[in-house]
């Protein structure tokens, strides 16, 4: 029932100002909304199938498909949860352009293990999640970590942060924002370390985000059978 609430809290406040605010504030706003839920009720690790914002729909998926392999089984612990979030029409008009439909969102939610961030970033980090945002044709991490002031700007744009910290995930998307017409449009480039520790590439115009099977074979079985398609049925 507590989470039953908290969900309906987090639900509430998202949903109230998500059509209002630009990318910047509606990054901050989850994290905030996140924090207030782990503040009142437990650390947010939902165990719902999926729930719903008055203007969209998140489609949930298990810790089981984002299966944690080797160096990251060490940083992790088990029963991350991750969801995959299709919002209709939230960007207001910017200068001139059509708003943009189909709005897609992942997050990535998992408690890194004891000891990983203070060994990592030193004794003053923590616990984060992360994700990205790409409303807009652009990508922003969902980090919550404390880091050292010259390392700042991996929370502006996690991807890059990838790398270097050894941090590995299932997906990741990386979209740049172009102008077709009078459309606003995106491409976007999806890495997946699920296929043997191979780093694939896929492209695909968010314009057509709906048709996932345009994706490369080796990744359309992992996220549009698995996770659009089962999951998908049971949140309709």
Same mark, same amino acid.
């Given at each position: 029932?507590?989470?039953?609430?908290?969900?309906?809290?987090?639900?509430?406040?998202?949903?109230?100002?998500?059509?209002?605010?630009?990318?910047?504030?509606?990054?901050?706003?989850?994290?905030?909304?996140?924090?207030?839920?782990?503040?009142?009720?437990?650390?947010?690790?939902?165990?719902?199938?999926?729930?719903?914002?008055?203007?969209?729909?998140?489609?949930?998926?298990?810790?089981?498909?984002?299966?944690?392999?080797?160096?990251?089984?060490?940083?992790?612990?088990?029963?991350?949860?991750?969801?995959?979030?299709?919002?209709?029409?939230?960007?207001?008009?910017?200068?001139?352009?059509?708003?943009?439909?189909?709005?897609?969102?992942?997050?990535?939610?998992?408690?890194?293990?004891?000891?990983?961030?203070?060994?990592?970033?030193?004794?003053?980090?923590?616990?984060?999640? #992360? /994700? !990205? =945002?790409? +409303?807009?044709?652009?990508?922003?991490?969902?980090?919550?970590?404390? %880091?050292?002031?010259?390392?700042?700007?991996?929370?502006?744009?996690?991807?890059?942060?990838?790398?270097?910290?050894?941090?590995?995930?299932?997906?990741?998307?990386?979209?740049?924002?172009?102008?077709?017409?009078?459309?606003?449009?995106?491409?976007?480039?999806?890495?997946?370390?699920?296929?043997?520790?191979?780093?694939?590439? #896929? /492209? !695909? =115009?968010? +314009?057509?985000?709906?048709?996932?099977?345009?994706?490369?074979?080796? %990744?359309?079985?992992?996220?549009?059978?698995?996770?659009?398609?089962?999951?998908?049925?049971?949140?309709?």
């Amino acid at each position: 029932m507590r989470k039953l609430i908290g969900f309906g809290v987090i639900s509430l406040i998202i949903a109230s100002y998500l059509t209002y605010a630009d990318v910047r504030d509606r990054r901050k706003l989850i994290q905030w909304a996140t924090d207030i839920y782990e503040r009142h009720f437990e650390t947010f690790d939902p165990s719902l199938d999926c729930f719903e914002f008055s203007n969209g729909h998140i489609l949930g998926i298990p810790a089981e498909y984002y299966a944690a392999k080797g160096r990251q089984k060490k940083m992790h612990k088990g029963g991350g949860f991750s969801f995959l979030a299709h919002y209709q029409t939230l960007e207001p008009r910017l200068q001139g352009a059509q708003i943009i439909k189909g709005v897609h969102m992942s997050v990535s939610i998992r408690q890194t293990l004891p000891g990983f961030n203070e060994g990592m970033f030193g004794p003053e980090a923590y616990n984060h999640f #992360s /994700g !990205f =945002d790409i +409303a807009d044709g652009s990508v922003y991490g969902l980090a919550r970590y404390k %880091l050292p002031a010259s390392n700042d700007f991996r929370n502006e744009e996690f991807y890059k942060y990838i790398a270097d910290s050894g941090y590995v995930d299932s997906v990741f998307i990386e979209c740049t924002r172009k102008r077709v017409v009078s459309n606003n449009h995106a491409f976007c480039k999806m890495y997946s370390e699920v296929a043997g520790g191979i780093r694939i590439e #896929s /492209g !695909f =115009d968010k +314009a057509l985000l709906p048709e996932w099977r345009k994706i490369d074979e080796r %990744l359309k079985s992992f996220l549009h059978e698995k996770l659009l398609i089962e999951w998908g049925d049971k949140c309709r």
